[in-house]
């Protein structure tokens, strides 16, 4: 999950980012964050939703905290 997220979040960022926060030192860009959130939000939530018995909304929370 972390290679494809912050991967994808990476070339969004430095493509399309515009809005900057700064964290520890370090300059994001709001459009790259939420890239990487998208992301890793899909990356968990379908697989447990197509291979597992768990419920939709089970799903949607369990992603949504990791």
């Given at each position: ?51 597992s018995?768990t ?12």
């Amino acid at each position: 999950m972390l290679a494809l997220a912050d991967a994808l979040a990476a070339l969004i960022g430095k493509g399309y980012g515009e809005t900057y926060f700064h964290t520890a030192g370090e300059k994001r860009s709001i459009e790259g964050s939420s890239a990487f959130l998208i992301t890793a939000f899909l990356l968990v939530h379908i697989p447990m939703l197509l291979l597992s018995d768990t419920s939709r909304v089970d799903t949607i929370l369990i992603a949504l905290g990791c």
